[in-house]
């Protein structure tokens, strides 16, 4: 063995590993899968696209916004219905009329008022509240001038309109507070009766008092017990004088 000589010792680190030379003779580094693709997909005399530009093209293209640009954003729901509104091109505008509103345009289209009666109306887009005159021809209360209210819910017509006389009257059926005991706007009412029914069953009580089903006790005994004192207090209220101690307005038209 000889003495004296030392093992010459590895390079440390790692080797470096040559450059490759491609087949123009020219230097490559190394590119990522997205650039080279671009690479590939460059034609002659277009300019190589990196994998960044490529994935914001594609994703431009995804959301219908060619070149990347915003396209203007549309105006929201909300705000164009309340233009359309202001404008007056909503078809909803306009209310929709109730079942009680239609019934009563339709009995109101056919009645067949006796010619002691007659309807009025406050406000002619509101056929729901009217009021109602009655001026017998004959019988207790000839040449009187009763006026009825009438108030018809939404529940009509299952549900009879509510009635009221607003003339202080001497009556076994009419109390003095207005109430009208008439049996078809109580226990005999049916959505087939209509508003003419009604007025032709309050004219009837003024031809036919029923003392048998009475609001005015008073009155109804009377006119059980003295038709001829019945008629003179009838007459008596209506010209406007004392019942006992009630005061009745004069009522002759």
Known sequence: PQLGL?????????????????PSGSENSRVGPSAAEGARGAGPGQSRTTGADAGRAVGAER???PGGRRQQRRRPRRRQKKEEESAGGTK?????ASAAQLRIQKDINE???????????????DLLN?????????????????????KVGQGYPHDPPKVKC????????????????LNILREDWKPVLTINSI??????????PNPEDPLN???????????????????RSMRGGYIGSTYFERCLK
């Not at 030392?6 to 030379?21: C, L, N, T």
């Not at 006790?217 to 038709?227: G, S």
């Open 111 to 125: 009645l067949n008022l006796p010619k002691t009666c007659d309807i009025s109306f406050s406000d002619p887009d």
């Open 166 to 181: 607003e003339t202080m009257v001497y009556h076994p059926n009419i109390d003095l507070e207005g109430n009208v005991c």
């Open 92 to 96: 909803g505008s306009s209310k929709k």
């Open 130 to 150: 009217f009021k109602l005159v009655i001026c017998p021809d004959e019988g207790f209360y000839k040449s009187g001038k009763f006026v009825f209210s009438f």
């Open 217 to 235: 006790k008073e009155a109804a005994e009377v006119l059980q017990n003295n038709r001829r004192l019945f008629e003179q207090n009838v007459q």
């Open 199 to 208: 007025i032709y069953g309050l004219q009837y009580l003024f031809l036919e």
């Open 6 to 22: 030392r093992r010459p010792e590895r390079a440390r680190g790692r080797r470096e590993r040559p450059v490759e030379a491609g």
């Open 63 to 65: 959301r219908g916004r």
